[in-house]
């Protein structure tokens, strides 16, 4: 495979543009004026995010159940209330919008700031359905406001150093990505009465929820997207729900295959009721491979060493959080052979991936504090939008494929000219 060439434009993320590089005291004291929409589990954490930026001063928040909406009051004295999105985006001492709804509400909301002149920050996934994915981008393509979707990986230091080891043929040509996600966990969170079993269930249900490619395999096929500098063309895959039979609709377990034009594939699997191999974003190349969720690469000759020698090394490069007994079953040939390299010096934070909220220093406060400079400015992060579209659609069709037991082809209608193949 054929990477994009250009690494240094990724001396930092290649999403900031400039004036959001700058550091924040070049503002001149200047604060976004903020209003959220969904104050839940991912809003308390962005609130903490924004209530941390020098340049954004919260001014609103509205959610339609009470008990967090009261959570998020109390954290910002003289905010303004509302219950209503709608009388939100009616709001005049409002610049942007920080959205942190399920799925299923982000097309409408979205949708409504942009006509109602708002700057816009939504999370990931952009939307249920590829309709409306398509919708949202052509009402950003039209806008003259900011719009932003947390895709936070483009902004975390360790994977732009390794995409840009990558795109500088460090670790040969890529042949190979495997994506995975486990964790052991139901999702599942308690409902004080069974009406809001839905609303405050909806990660379970299909008209709310994409599941685990929306939830979680979005952020990686942003990230194979990256890497590749294009999308893969179809998508095949496997989707049942193995343990948690507990009424929910979306799968617990996934492997979807996604190929490219060139016969490079990425494998992708999420399994929620067994955590033992963690969260890795593996990318293959035949000189090497590298995992952009933990930072860490090793060279396909760096293997030949005796067990001890290898063992030390690791140790050095503080790869294991715990250090292996090497006995009898020491096997140079297994990847526990191959040394590690770190992608960056000094803490590495890894998103465990137990977390439903996010990890910290996981890119998402540099995201966050990009918007609220570019709702200042006026000025536009390059491709953050048509990234969150790219990655969202390729989540979309899997789930297709594995409803259809099908080989879904990239749709025409929904291709964008910021999209190769
Ligand atoms: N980028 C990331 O890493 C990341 C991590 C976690 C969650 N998320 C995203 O954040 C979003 C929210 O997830 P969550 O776990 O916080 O969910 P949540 O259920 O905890 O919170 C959602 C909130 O939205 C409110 N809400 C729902 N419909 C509403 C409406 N019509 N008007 C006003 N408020 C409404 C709910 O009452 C709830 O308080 C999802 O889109 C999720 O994918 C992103």
């Not at 249920?128 to 994915?133: F, K, L, V």
């Amino acid at each position: 495979m054929g990477v994009a060439t250009g690494g240094a434009l990724l001396a930092t993320s290649p999403w900031l543009n400039a004036s959001a590089r700058k550091k924040g005291g070049e503002l001149s004291g200047e604060k976004a004026r903020i209003g959220m929409i969904g104050t839940g589990s991912r809003g308390q954490y962005n609130l903490d995010l924004l209530l941390h930026i020098p340049h954004a001063q919260v001014v609103a928040l509205c959610d339609n159940y009470e008990p967090n909406l009261q959570t998020a009051a109390a954290l910002v004295p003289g905010a303004k209330l509302y219950r209503d999105y709608h009388k939100l985006l009616e709001d005049k001492d409002i610049d942007g919008v920080v959205i942190s709804t399920p799925l299923n509400w982000h097309a409408p909301m979205v949708l409504d700031a942009i006509a109602a002149g708002k700057n816009v920050y939504c999370e990931k996934a952009m939307a249920r359905t590829m309709e409306q994915c398509k919708a949202i981008y052509d009402a950003y393509r039209q806008t003259d406001k900011v719009v932003y979707f947390c895709m936070q990986r483009m902004f975390d230091e360790k994977y732009a150093k390794g995409i840009q080891m990558l795109q500088n043929g460090e670790l040969g040509d890529i042949v190979g990505m495997r994506c995975h996600w486990f964790r052991n966990a139901d999702w599942r969170r308690e409902v004080p009465s069974p009406e809001l079993e839905r609303k405050i269930n909806w990660r379970l249900y299909k008209e709310s929820s994409g599941g685990l490619m929306t939830e979680l395999g979005c952020h990686q096929l942003e990230v194979c997207n990256w890497v590749a500098g294009k999308l893969p063309v179809k998508v095949q895959g496997v989707g049942d729900i193995v343990h948690w039979k507990d009424g929910r609709e979306v799968y617990d377990s996934v492997n979807v295959i996604y190929s490219f034009s060139d016969g490079v594939k990425i494998n992708y699997e999420s399994l929620i009721s067994n955590k033992f191999n963690g969260m890795e974003d593996q990318i293959l190349g035949t000189k090497g491979t590298i995992d952009l969720a933990r930072g860490i690469y090793w060279l396909e000759d760096d293997h030949t060493q005796s067990g001890i020698r290898q063992l030390l090394e690791q140790v050095k490069d503080k790869a294991f959080a715990a250090v292996p007994s090497a006995g009898p079953s020491w096997r140079p040939e297994t990847k526990t052979g191959h040394i590690p390299h770190s992608v960056i010096q000094g803490d590495i934070h890894v998103n465990g991936g137990q977390s439903m909220i996010g990890a910290a220093n996981d890119g998402s406060d540099k995201i966050m504090s990009a918007y609220c400079r570019s709702v200042i400015t006026g000025e536009k992060s390059p491709n953050v939008v048509e990234e969150a579209y790219c990655a969202t659609i390729l989540c979309l069709l899997a789930n297709e494929a594995m409803e259809g037991q099908k080989i879904v082809e990239f749709p025409e209608e929904y291709k964008i000219p910021y999209m190769k193949f």
